[in-house]
């Protein structure tokens, strides 16, 4: 949900894939850290024009924007979040928000090129792809966030409880991903025809859809303590080590470690 989502999980990656071992800034206190800045408070978005991010892949922003204003979608804005560009100074990157012409859905499109050493690493032995296209689609009913991405196999944090999250893998077609989002929703207004879904009239209204969800993610984390012990043995395969529970503690411990 959101790019922030997908650069927490990005960073989880990172963390155990080496943090396990302890190297400077990549332990669990550095990883609670970034989850606790990540989290920690309201997001800051603000308009921006391509232009401004040289390195983004911009045929991939305008297929999108053709592709979905084919479908009856709506261009909103350019966005940057800013708070997550602070956190991550090396993987700036921009959002496209549009909304269909029901008003039910917001959707949301970015280019994510994760840089640094450490990133570079990992792609190089194939546990991160160099480049992210993501096509997100998202529906607030009757109180749950119903999402729908191409990010299956990259997204390693589970979704709130308030969250229905459905996962396609990284290349799969724009327009599937919508004709699945629509179905789904679709589905579940046939189901619940009780839940009535937000509207989203304005940039305003998708922005304040945004953050909401922010406040959902943000809840869910604290609960978890960062990060939960199912996520850690997922990601792993198989049960905790010593110095992997060691590794959970120091990330669910709010002190410095």
């Avoid at 024009?49 to 922003?61: G, N």
């Amino acid at each position: 949900m959101e790019v922030f989502f997908l650069m927490m999980s990005m960073w989880l990656v990172v963390a155990v894939a080496l943090g396990l071992r302890r190297p400077k800034g990549l332990g669990g206190t550095a990883l609670r850290a970034r989850l606790d800045a990540v989290y920690g408070e309201p997001h800051e978005l603000s308009r921006v024009t391509p232009v401004a991010f040289p390195e983004a892949d911009h045929e991939f922003y305008d297929r999108a924007r053709q592709g979905l204003e084919a479908k009856g979608y709506t261009w909103l804005a350019d966005v940057e979040d800013l708070t997550l560009s602070r956190i991550y100074p090396q993987n700036r990157t921009f959002m496209r928000l549009f909304v269909d012409a029901g008003r039910m859905i917001r959707a949301n499109a970015y280019h994510l090129h994760p840089r640094g050493v450490v990133v570079s690493l990992l792609q190089l032995v194939q546990l991160y792809p160099r480049h992210l296209r993501v096509i997100e689609l998202c529906s607030e009913i009757g109180g749950q966030f119903v999402v729908t991405s191409n990010t299956h196999g990259v997204d390693r944090l589970e979704p709130p409880p308030e969250a229905k999250v459905e996962r396609m893998p990284l290349q799969s077609k724009l327009l599937d991903v919508v004709a699945r989002h629509e179905n789904r929703i679709t589905e579940m207004l046939r189901e619940h025809p009780e839940r009535t879904p937000t509207s989203f009239e304005t940039f305003e209204e998708v922005l304040a859809s945004i953050a909401r969800a922010h406040v959902v993610m943000a809840r869910h984390r604290q609960k978890v303590g960062g990060l939960s012990r199912d996520e850690l043995e997922r990601l792993k395969g198989r049960p905790l080590t010593a110095s992997e529970e060691a590794f959970l503690r120091e990330v669910q411990s709010r002190e410095p470690g």
